[in-house]
DNA sequence: AGGTACTGTGGGAGCGCTCCCACAAGTGAT
DNA sequence: ATCACTTGTGGGAGCGCTCCCACAGTACCT
C-alpha cells in the first residue's frame, strides 16, 4: 500500500514525456515499455523501468483510452433488480468466477443492474458512449431487446445461457438437457415408478431442455411419457405449489417428483407434506440449482449443480477473445463461440 | 433503448465538431450547451439540441476526462471478501442507498472489493492512477491504511463509520450511543434488574459507543454500572456463545443482555436455550443491526436499526460535496463534514 | 563494395474534448 | 458621441497518450 516516487505535494503526476526525459530516451519507446512490446532492448526496458519507478509514473488512462480508442473496461450486466441480486447466489458466484479470471488481466470490471426501465435507458446511454470494450450479460429473457442494442453498436458481448437453439451471441450454458436426463436417470435408479416433473418457465430456454431431458430420460428407459406428469410452473414458490396441488390431483399415484428449480421443490415440499406424503418414502423430490435452499431443506434436497463460478469464468475468456478478435474484421462463424459446461446431480436425502 | 441518429454502419461516432458544423455554431457553444453552461442564447441552444438528436452524438467520455481532469465515476470500496459482501444486508442496503442518490447525477458507480492482499495492491495501483473521483468507504478498521493513502492521493473519500471521536476523514455514521441507551432503557421499561452486555470488537467504534450508550441509560436510571456484566465478543455467533457462558457463569441471576449485534445474540440466544432459560420469560435479549437473523429468530428479536440505505445515500451527497469543494482550495475544516444519523429500536418478542 | 533485411528508436500527428482569451454586439451611463 | 460593462460566441492551445512513419545501426547476403 505504499505510494513509491518523490513526486511532491504537488499534486501533479508525471507523464510519458517526463520518464523519457528522465530515461533518457524517448517517448514511443518509454510507451512500448509500458505496454510490454517486445520491439525494445534489454538495456533500454531496464532504463525505462527504473525511470517509472523513481517518478512512481502510472499511465493516464483517459489518454490511452483517447489514443487507443479502447477502454480496458467490461461491464457485468445485471437486468434485474439489486434485490433479486443479492438473493441469489447465482449471481454472487457468477461475480466470483469472472472476478478470479479477471485478476490475470488489466480489466476492470463495472457491475451494472438494469432492472428499471430508467436503469435501461441509463444503461443504453452509457453503452451508446461505448466506456466498455465488451459486455457480460447474465439472465437475459428471450424476448430482451439488449443483446440487439448491443450487435448494433458493435459492442463484443457474450451471453449465460442461450435464448433459443441457435443463439447468435457468444454465450455459455450449462447442460440443461443433461441436467434433467440426470435428475430422471437418478429417480428411475431409486425404482420410481410415476415420476413427475414441474417445469419453469418456458420462455426460458434452458428450462425447456430440462424437460427434454425428462421426456427422453424415460423413453429411453422404455417408458411412455404421460403428458399429463408435466405442467409449468413458474420458478417461484408459490408456483410450486400449485403445481404440486395439481399434480396430486391428476396423479394421486405419483412418487417422484422432479422440479426445475429448488424454489419450486419447496412449495412442492410444502403441499406434499400438508397432503400427508413423506419424503423421500413416499415421494422422491430433487430440485435444480443446487442453492442454498437445497441444503437447508428438510430433509436436504437433491439438486443438479450447474458450475457457475466456471460459467463466469468462460465467458470472461470468451469475451476477451471477443474483443480481440475485432482487430481484423475477418473470423465471422459461430466456431467455439457457444459454450456447454456440465451439470452434475448432488444427491442428498430427498430422494 | 432505441439509438437516435443517422450514423451509418461506420460505426465512427460524431464528434463534438462535427455537431458544431452541422449546428452552425462554434466548438465552444456545443461543449457549452452540452455541459448546461447558462451563457447560451435559447435560439442557439436549440439549434445545438437539434443537432445533437440529429447526429446521436453522445459525448467521448475519454476525451471529455483527458481535457477537464475527472473520470465522472466514484468507487465504493469493500474492503472485505466478496462472500461477506454479498452475505450482509448491510452491503447491500448500503448500495441500495448510494445507488439511489446516484441515479440523479451523470455519476459512474464502480464497485471494488479489496478483501485480499492482491485486491488491495490492484485498489492501491488503481487510485494512483486517480481513475475515479471520490471513494465511498465502508466498513473501515481502526488500522486500515487505506484512508492514509487516499489522502495521500488527495483522493476526496467519505467513510461510513467513525475510526475514533476525532475522525479526520469525512464520515456518515449512526447513533451507536444512542441505539445503545435506546436498548437498555427499554430493557429498564420492561422491569428487568440485571442486565448484562455482550459488546462487539472495542477496535471498532461504534462497539464502543454502544457500550457507552449502556453505561449512561443504567447511570441515568440511577443504578450502579457493574463492568461484571460487560463483556466483549468479536462479533460472531461462536463468540456471542462463549460470552454468554461467561456471563452466565458470573452472574446466574441475570434477566437481559444485550447483545452489540444479531449474529451475537444469536450465539447467546442458544447457550440460553441450552441452560433451560426461556426467552423473554427468564431472560430477555436484544441485538443490534436489525438483519434478516433477527425476523428469523425464535422468537423474532427485538433489535436496533441503523439507517443503512439513508446512510448510503447521505455518503454520496457528502462525497459530491467533497468533490466539488475541490476547486477553490479553500474551505477546510470539519463543519459537517461529519454526520451521525439516528438508529431506532424495532421491539420484536424477544423481550 | 553494394544491396537487402531486420531491429531498435525518436518524434510528429492526432484522438475529442475543456478551458480560456479575444472579440462582436448590445445596453446604458456619462 | 464616448466609455464601460455585459452577454454570447468562436476557436487556439493543450490534456497525455498511441500509432506509425522515418531513420540509424547492424547483420548477412551477393
Redesign the pocket.
Known sequence: MVVHGARGRSG??????E??ARA?????????V??G?????E???AAVEAAVAELG????T???A?????TDAIALVVPEPETRFFAEPYFSDMLKGVGAALSDTEMQLLLIFAGSDRERRRLAQYLAAHRVDGVLLVSVHADDPLPDLLSQLEIPAVISGRRSVDETLPSVDSDNYGGGRAAVEHLLARGCRTITHIAGRLDVFGAQRRVDGYRDALRDAGREVDEELIITGDFTEEGGRRAMKELLARRPDLDAVFAGSDVMAAGARQVLREAGRRTPDDVALVGYDDSAIARHMDPPLTSVRQPIEDMGRAMLELLLDEIADRRPAVSRGLEKRQLVLPAMLVERDSS
Chains 1, 2 share one sequence.
Open positions: 501533479r503526476r508525471p507523464t510519458l514525456e520518464v523519457a533518457g530516451v524517448g517517448r514511443g519507446t518509454v510507451s512500448r509500458i505496454n512490446s517486445p520491439r525494445v532492448s538495456a533500454t526496458r509514473y502510472v499511465p493516464n483517459a489518454a490511452r483517447l489514443a487507443a480508442n479502447r
